[in-house]
């Protein structure tokens, strides 16, 4: 018999995904706002740092989400190995 799929680890992954696309929507508003005011002719100051933790907190925070629901599927598998090999 095949181990279902854990549920939690599974809505980890899709709150991964989901933090991942409204950061990646945060990122790319920021850039088009960028883009309008240069075709302007305004003078912009983008801050590297702010653009770098940006782009970290945005990539950090689903990794770990993800990686977290792996850990908790393997986890799983463990314990259904486990519980299988008792019968």
């Given at each position: ?22 950061v990646?929507?945060?990122?790319l ?59």
């Amino acid at each position: 018999m095949k181990k279902p799929a854990n549920k939690f680890a599974v809505a980890l992954w899709v709150v991964a995904v989901m933090v991942f696309v409204a950061v990646s929507t945060q990122f790319l508003t920021m850039y088009q706002s960028a883009r309008e005011m240069a075709g302007r002719g305004e003078t912009i100051y983008i801050v590297a740092h702010n653009v770098w933790s940006t782009l970290i907190t945005g990539i950090g925070a689903p990794v770990q989400l993800a990686a977290l629901g792996v850990i908790i599927e393997l986890i799983d598998q463990i314990r259904w190995n486990a519980l299988q090999r008792t019968k």
